[in-house]
Nanobody, 124 residues
Framework: QVQLVESGGGLVQTGGSLRLSCAAS????????MGWFRQTPGKEREFVAA????????YYTDSVKGRFTISRDNAKSTVSLQMNNLKPEDTGVYYC?????????????????WGQGTQVTVSS
């Protein structure tokens, strides 16, 4: 069982930056690809970014390309999401999640473990 704990959310103005972090409990963290998802009330959880186990490949939804950067540190069992030039539409609860392999890496239903989420609010 992998336990994931997110941190770094908060309130920021449009154009500002936040850095989200996710710490994993497992020594096998390096075996998992990791993803970030976000959700707003009444909407389904949507894919934001993902990174493969060795950091060889990263994936982003179109709306965050050029603004968000996902990275990981396998030695520390952490994954981060650097968010720059934030927009009000980036507001939501952000979740990190772990998946074995890379198949359907953008599909939240394929992920094995989830954190509890951290709120990001971008004011206009």
């Amino acid at each position: 069982q992998v336990q994931l704990v997110e941190s770094g959310g908060g309130l920021v103005q449009t154009g500002g930056s936040l850095r989200l972090s996710c710490a994993a409990s497992e020594d096998t963290f390096f075996m998992y690809s990791m993803g970030w998802f976000r959700q707003t009330p009444g909407k389904e959880r949507e894919f934001v970014a993902a990174i493969t186990s060795s950091s060889l490949n990263t994936y982003y939804t179109d709306s965050v390309k050029g603004r968000f950067t996902i990275s990981r540190d396998n030695a520390k069992s952490t994954v981060s999401l650097q968010m720059n030039n934030l927009k009000p539409e980036d507001t939501g609860v952000y979740y990190c999640a772990a998946i074995r392999g890379v198949t359907a890496i953008m599909n939240p239903s394929r992920y094995d473990y989830w954190g509890q989420g951290t709120q990001v609010t971008v004011s206009s």
